[in-house]
């Protein structure tokens, strides 16, 4: 049986606007577990911006369960939530969010800084590793004006792994991506599945059902899995 890394209880989400609550997430129940890919998707507004943040330890629930390997972890001061999203998660983004005057290499590195388990040394084998397994090691000197949109995303997911975590989170990744690219970037985090992490991928794209395990809804509120024909 595949291991749940993350398990949410009933985690609700409000917002107060002009003296209106506004309730995002109604009641979110779901496990995510290593060794599989997740597709979510909604319609704008859905709230799929506010569930990503709150998996990614970037923002708290309302309230409700939040539990990281099996420990609670909806209460956290700022400091532990930064040190959990260090070790446990990555993150790749629509944009890419590269350091325009770091090359490939040292963009991949920049997450490993702040990690105090991989010493000074290592991280530039560390970093070339990674752009060798996303098939872009010729390019570890280019910046990033100088790649391709694809080119920066598979940039983007070498940073993503730098520091060896369970968990990856991709909010639309091949969003600003043609669809030979696409497919590049969704078979690199079907891979990552295959290798035992939880991959859990936000888009609007119907690509995705090519490569997901599970294939979950956002809709008024709520988390449910439906049928993927792939």
């Known amino acids: 049986m595949k291991t749940a890394v993350i398990k949410m209880e009933n985690i609700k989400k409000d917002y107060n606007s002009l003296n209106e609550k506004i309730e995002v997430l109604k009641g979110i129940n779901f496990s995510f577990h290593k060794g599989t890919l997740y597709a979510i998707k909604g319609h704008s507004g859905s709230g799929k911006t506010t569930l990503i943040k709150i998996l990614g330890l970037m ?5 409700g369960e939040y539990y990281l390997y099996n420990n609670s972890i909806t209460s956290l ?8 999203r260090m070790k446990y998660l990555g993150f790749i983004f629509q944009d890419y969010n590269l350091h325009p005057f770091l090359n490939a290499c040292e963009n991949v590195i920049v997450p490993m800084i702040i990690n105090k388990d991989i010493p ?3 991280r530039v084998i560390r970093a070339r590793n990674l752009l060798k397994k996303v098939g872009i090691d010729d390019r570890w000197h280019h910046f990033p004006k ?3 949109g694809g080119e920066q995303q598979r940039v983007a997911i070498a940073r993503a792994l730098a520091n060896e975590p369970e ?3 991709a909010d639309e990744p091949t969003g600003n991506l043609d669809k030979k690219n696409e497919k590049v970037i969704f078979q690199l985090l079907r891979n990552m599945a295959n290798e035992g992490k939880c991959i859990i991928v936000v888009t609007h794209s119907d690509e995705i059902a090519k490569y ?3 294939f979950l809804l956002l809709e008024n509120g709520l988390l449910t899995e439906v049928k993927n024909d792939k």
Do not use: G, V
Not at 77 to 84: H, L, W
């Open 146 to 148: 100088e790649l391709s």
């Open 212 to 214: 997901a395990d599970k």
């Open 77 to 84: 001061t700022d400091k532990i939530a930064s040190f959990y």
């Open 59 to 63: 923002d708290s629930a309302t309230s």
């Open 120 to 122: 000074k040394k290592e």
């Open 167 to 169: 968990i990856i989170i």
